[in-house]
């Protein structure tokens, strides 16, 4: 079997349900930048801290489930969809990392070592992710938890970052304003 098929070299691609869109298409858009943010985070671990990783393996498994989600406009109910679940799951980490951490008193630069900078960055992408399904739910019908998945992520990769940076002892800073 080869790789290429040639059947995107008119600017269209198929849907999980194999209808054709454009690659411009606002579906695209969003499913490709959490591919993005997928394939950035693949690019953290490791991390050197193994329950870290551990979490950003499950956050990578969890985001092919929200590409499918967004590539599938009329998803039957064994189709790989997004639950309140997966949320919850992200939610529980959050506030159990949160309790590593020191409360913050102001807005942090993003940045730190290696892992810590790679977690900020993963985390704007992740963003830029959630911007797009949000646009694409104007125009056409999605599953609304993939929006709140993706916001609730980006939560858990600020905390990931800081949590990395505290481990490894890298100093957060404050903008100056």
């Given at each position: 079997?080869?790789?290429?098929?040639?059947?995107?070299?008119?600017?269209d691609t198929?849907?999980?349900?194999?209808?054709?869109?454009?690659?411009?298409?606002?579906?695209?858009?969003?499913?490709?930048?959490?591919?993005?943010?997928?394939?950035?985070?693949?690019?953290?671990?490791?991390?050197?801290?193994?329950?870290?990783?551990?979490?950003?393996?499950?956050?990578?498994?969890?985001?092919?489930?929200?590409?499918?989600?967004?590539?599938?406009?009329?998803?039957a109910?064994?189709?790989?969809?997004?639950?309140?679940?997966?949320?919850?799951?992200?939610?529980d980490?959050?506030?159990?990392?949160?309790?590593?951490?020191?409360?913050?008193?102001?807005?942090?630069?993003?940045?730190?070592?290696?892992?810590?900078?790679?977690l900020?960055?993963?985390?704007?992408?992740?963003?830029?992710?959630?911007?797009?399904?949000?646009?694409?739910?104007?125009?056409?019908?999605?599953?609304?938890?993939?929006?709140?998945?993706?916001?609730?992520?980006?939560?858990?990769l600020?905390?990931?970052?800081?949590?990395?940076?505290?481990?490894?002892?890298?100093?957060?800073?404050?903008?100056?304003?």
């Amino acid at each position: 079997m080869t790789i290429y098929t040639g059947r995107g070299d008119e600017g269209d691609t198929d849907l999980r349900d194999m209808s054709r869109v454009s690659k411009a298409s606002p579906r695209i858009e969003a499913y490709g930048t959490v591919d993005e943010a997928n394939a950035l985070i693949g690019t953290i671990r490791p991390t050197g801290h193994d329950d870290l990783d551990d979490l950003l393996e499950t956050v990578q498994n969890h985001l092919h489930v929200v590409q499918a989600d967004l590539a599938n406009p009329e998803p039957a109910p064994d189709d790989p969809q997004v639950a309140p679940e997966h949320v919850e799951t992200l939610e529980d980490r959050i506030d159990a990392l949160d309790d590593e951490l020191e409360p913050l008193r102001s807005f942090i630069l993003p940045g730190g070592g290696q892992a810590g900078a790679r977690l900020h960055h993963a985390r704007t992408v992740t963003r830029r992710a959630e911007r797009r399904a949000v646009e694409l739910a104007r125009s056409e019908p999605i599953n609304e938890t993939v929006v709140t998945y993706l916001n609730r992520l980006s939560d858990l990769l600020f905390t990931l970052g800081r949590v990395a940076n505290a481990r490894d002892d890298e100093p957060e800073e404050s903008p100056s304003y």
